[in-house]
């Protein structure tokens, strides 16, 4: 019962990206506790999985199921508690469909479950886990006894090459009642590219004074060439000149992008929750004094109006076009 | 329609966090608490639904010690009809939590059973759902939109980089997010019809289960950061320091 369990998401027929850092997380554990790791993905047909035993998968184990051709909650989490007994641990990337997901796997399974986590460790019969708390105003250590689900921040871990077999298996998909239909998911206008997910997140605040200003945001993040989603504070959100889906902070998107530009925000105590594990983080703000600046590797003091244009040249000028 | 929400009472997300003596906790001295802000989209959401229903009954449930009652009666002042108050510690197990509501809940004849996305305090972001698997029903989480037909929810949760409708039938549990509604703040009228609203008070057992919170500490802070200019002058200054040595250009 050292093994571990990756349960992979998979959207329109194909991986998501994150497979490869959940998969690092899964052999972490199961290289601590001396097991293999097993990938299980459901889905409604093939699935290219040829990369998942470089990534780290000993197995690959295939669930198969007309229900799975959208996201199926209740299918999948029976899938997964079916076989739970065989595994140490059962791991999730933290996304918004795994966070829907381990819980439900954990209650099935009656086992314990650990949401965020962004550090795994396995000793004797208990998984050491750490995970934010208090929208990141604390880290909190956690031991789990037994079987556990632990869903794991993506980011938190760097994909590793291993070399495993990846060889796919089919496992059984047991009877389910399908309690909640899930239908295609609309993709937002903006593009596919998420602030949860982007390389640089380029986000606007209240400084911007006007929702049209946010063409300067849009022309920044265009000029990183498809790796930039633009983001917003609460204020702005609230305010209508961004959609809720681009929130960052305490009641929005914790975002941990490898370069994190705030623009004409302040920096309030919940913004910073969403925030404060990117990489680097650059504030423009006119206010020198502005709590974003106590938290940004650079800052620059001025009026976003004039600073906004000069960067997105330079950087247009840096990335070549 | 009879519809319940799971509410529970966080620190105000402006607190600051010291940890407490015990090295796994925080010190809630000088810290108000206030409803968890997802909860009162909950509380929201069900008083909305009895008034579209025209009729029914809305029930508040807290577990936790005594100082729960001060929350539970926040949801009242702002029209909840009545309040459990489940009397017992929690588990640092979230599941045993989960069992302790979903004992509770079961067979009360609930339409609707509403949580929070999460809990800002220990982000369990679990409890719902796994109610929602105990009394095996239908459940949608972290939703941005609840509308209910004929015996039927539709909703739709954000996602990365789009939104996933979903549908099922009622009874059901959801939990809530932002984006579901502006929660009512409590009248000075619900504030005094609140003080008569019925409060039952059961004591609960809670297990302990298989979690145990070893340390809570501070993070690392992050490094001081550099003001590297003023106005549009500084940009080439930052552009090198991005490139060269951050490294993220
Ligand atoms: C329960 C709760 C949850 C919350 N959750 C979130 C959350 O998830 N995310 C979030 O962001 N907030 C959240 N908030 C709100 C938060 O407290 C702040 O109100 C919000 O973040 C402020 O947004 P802002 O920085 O855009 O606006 P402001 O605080 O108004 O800041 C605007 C900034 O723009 C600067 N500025 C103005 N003009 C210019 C200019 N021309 N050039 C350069 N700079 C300029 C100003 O100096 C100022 O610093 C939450 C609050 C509560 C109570
Ligand atoms: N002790 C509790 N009493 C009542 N409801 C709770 C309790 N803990 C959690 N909940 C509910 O479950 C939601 C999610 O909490 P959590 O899983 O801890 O993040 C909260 O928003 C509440 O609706």
Request: with cysteine; charged share 20%; glycine share 10%.
């Amino acid at each position: 019962m050292a093994n571990v369990l990756a349960v992979l998401e998979i959207r329109g027929g194909t991986l998501r990206k994150g497979a490869a850092e959940l998969l690092a997380a899964a052999r972490r554990i199961a290289d601590a506790a001396g097991g293999t790791v097993d990938a299980l993905v459901c889905a409604n047909g093939a699935v290219d999985t040829s990369a998942l035993g470089a990534a780290g998968a000993d197995r690959v184990l295939h669930a198969t199921h007309a229900d799975f051709a959208t996201y199926c909650p209740d299918g999948m989490s029976a899938t997964a508690a079916s076989i739970a007994s065989q595994y140490r641990a059962m791991v999730v990337a933290a996304t918004a469909t795994g966070k829907d997901l381990a819980p439900r796997i954990a209650a099935r399974a009656n086992v314990p479950c650990a949401m965020d986590v962004t550090s795994v460790d396995a000793a004797g019969d208990v998984i050491r886990v750490v995970r934010p708390v208090y929208a990141g105003k604390a880290l909190q250590t956690v031991e789990l006894r037994g079987t556990a689900v632990i869903a794991v921040r993506p980011g938190a871990y760097a994909a590793v090459s291993a070399s495993k077999g990846g060889a796919v298996e089919s496992v059984a998909t047991p009877a389910f009642t399908r309690r909640l239909e899930v239908g295609a998911i609309k993709t937002s206008d903006k593009g596919a590219l998420d602030v949860a997910e982007a390389r640089v997140v380029v986000s606007g605040g209240r400084g911007l004074g006007d929702p049209k200003h946010f063409a300067l945001l849009d022309e920044l993040a265009a000029a990183f060439g498809g790796e930039a989603a633009v983001g917003a504070s609460r204020a702005v959100v609230d305010a209508g000149w961004a959609e809720h889906g681009a929130q960052v902070g305490q009641t929005g998107k914790t975002v941990a992008p490898e370069l994190y530009i705030a623009v004409g925000i302040s920096g309030a105590i919940q913004h910073l929750a969403g925030m404060r594990t990117a990489k680097v983080i650059v504030a423009i703000n006119r206010d020198k004094d502005a709590p974003i600046f106590k938290v940004a590797d650079y800052g620059i003091v001025g009026d976003l109006f004039e600073v906004m244009p000069a960067l997105t040249a330079a950087v247009k000028a840096a990335k070549g076009h | 329609m009879k519809i319940a929400v799971c509410l529970r009472r966080v620190p105000d997300t402006t607190a600051k966090i010291v940890i407490g003596a015990s090295g796994s906790s925080i010190d809630e001295a000088g810290i108000k608490f206030v409803p968890n802000p997802y909860d009162e989209y909950a509380v929201e959401a069900a008083i909305a639904l009895k008034e579209q229903a025209g009729a029914g009954e809305t029930v508040v449930v807290g577990l936790g010690g005594d100082t729960v009652q001060e929350t539970l009666r926040t949801a009242l002042a702002m029209g909840v009809d009545r309040a459990v108050h489940l009397q017992g510690a929690p588990s640092a197990d979230g599941l045993e939590n989960a069992r302790v509501l979903a004992d509770h809940l079961r067979g009360g004849g609930y339409d609707a059973i509403l949580f929070g996305k999460l809990a800002v305090d220990d982000y369990g972001q679990q409890t719902g759902a796994m109610v929602a698997e105990l009394l095996e029903l239908p459940c949608a989480t972290a939703i941005t939109k609840l509308v209910v037909a004929d015996g039927r929810a539709s909703v739709e949760r954000e996602v990365e980089g789009g939104v996933e409708p979903a549908s099922c039938a009622l009874p059901a549990v959801f939990t809530c997010d932002k984006g579901l509604n502006n929660p009512r703040l409590p009248s000075l009228k619900g504030i005094m019809a609140a003080k008569k609203k019925p409060l039952e008070i059961t004591p609960v057992t809670v297990a302990a289960g298989g979690v145990t919170i070893v340390s809570l500490a501070l993070p690392p802070e992050r490094a001081a950061g550099r003001i590297v200019g003023e106005g549009a002058a500084a940009v080439p200054a930052l552009m090198q320091l991005l490139t060269a040595e951050a490294k993220v250009i």
